[in-house]
């Protein structure tokens, strides 16, 4: 048994999965009579069901993206993803663990499938308190740990070193969320942990820098066991064709896309100064994401304000250590500049 099998849910590994037309027939034909589907191609290129490996796909991201095609699945979103981690692993009775604060999808998925989420507090300075999260692992039940490296929402990366110290004592999953790994400095991915750690996995998304949110692509990174597992309990066509579609556009344009980076980048920085000369701001908090962080004395008011000049930012005041602290995405020049001069006019 292999370290993973151990971790499990073992009705899982029993299992006979659904065997759909497209798993049953891998080669080339000249006619498909096999799925049941539409004859007519009416609307978007759609009458056929989609990949469920989404191989075309998984071959531009080993290309792009250096993640190896064996290590690599899709879901309907990362979100998608995290659902099926704890669905995998947890039973009644374990728990899942977060640092907080942090996504909020991952307690949410805990309570979805009744499983207990245990949160433990970062330092005041948000970083990551290892001594507190190795009490945890030793006293509770945890299968899976989540670490989310840049985090939302505080936007700090959590070293690399630490993330391979944690994961190595874990005797759980430890999942490491690298959604707005695309905007970091020098960034050391959780995936090179995978071949000497199997209980490392690693979620990308393509809904932040690769820009198609709305397509929802995310990556489940993972040891070749944990890949097999996966595709046996997922639902067959969970990333649609239109989905996978726009995954192989985006990913075909990763010079525009790192050109994009780079220009949030110098717009948050430039969004950072404008906010530190403002009297109401107290602190700006530095972030290796695509959104800014700046702590006010009211945020609630701040947050009322810019809504009623119909600008929706994120309050994020009733989080751990983040009191008076709202969250704003950047946008682009146009949205930015209303942005700033919103920001101005606002009295306190
Ligand atoms: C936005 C975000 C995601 C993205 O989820 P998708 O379902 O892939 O759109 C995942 N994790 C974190 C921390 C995020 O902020």
Known sequence: ????????????????????????????????????????????????????????????????????????????????????????????????????????????????????????????????????????????KVKILFLCSPNNPTGKVIPFSLIKEISDKNKGITVVDEAYADFARSFRSAVELIDSNERVVVIRTLSKAWAIAGSRVGILVSSEYLQRLFLKIK??????????????????EKDKVQKDIKDIISYRKDLEEFCKNLEYVKEIIPTETNFILIRVGDADSLYSYLLSKSIIVRNRTHELYLEGVLRITVGNKRENEKLKEALLGYKG
């Open 1 to 140: 048994m292999n370290q993973l099998e151990k971790l499990v849910n073992p009705h899982l590994i029993k299992m006979t999965p659904y065997s759909s037309a497209r798993d049953e027939f891998k080669g080339k034909a000249e006619i498909y009579l096999d799925a049941n589907e539409s004859y007519e191609n009416s609307f978007f290129d759609s009458n056929r069901y989609p990949d469920p490996e989404a191989v075309e796909v998984r071959k531009v991201l080993e290309k792009t993206l250096s993640l190896p095609f064996s290590k690599t699945a899709l879901g309907n979103g990362s979100d998608e993803l995290i659902d099926y981690l704890i669905r995998i692993f947890c039973a009644p009775n374990d728990a899942i663990a977060i640092v907080k604060p942090t996504y909020g999808a991952y307690k949410v998925f805990s309570s979805t499938n009744n499983i207990k989420c245990i949160e433990i507090p970062q330092n005041s300075d948000l970083t990551i308190n290892k001594e507190e999260i190795f009490k945890v692992l030793e006293n509770e």
């Open 235 to 252: 639902a067959p066509y969970n990333v649609s064709l239109l989905n996978q579609r726009a995954a192989l556009k985006a990913l075909k």
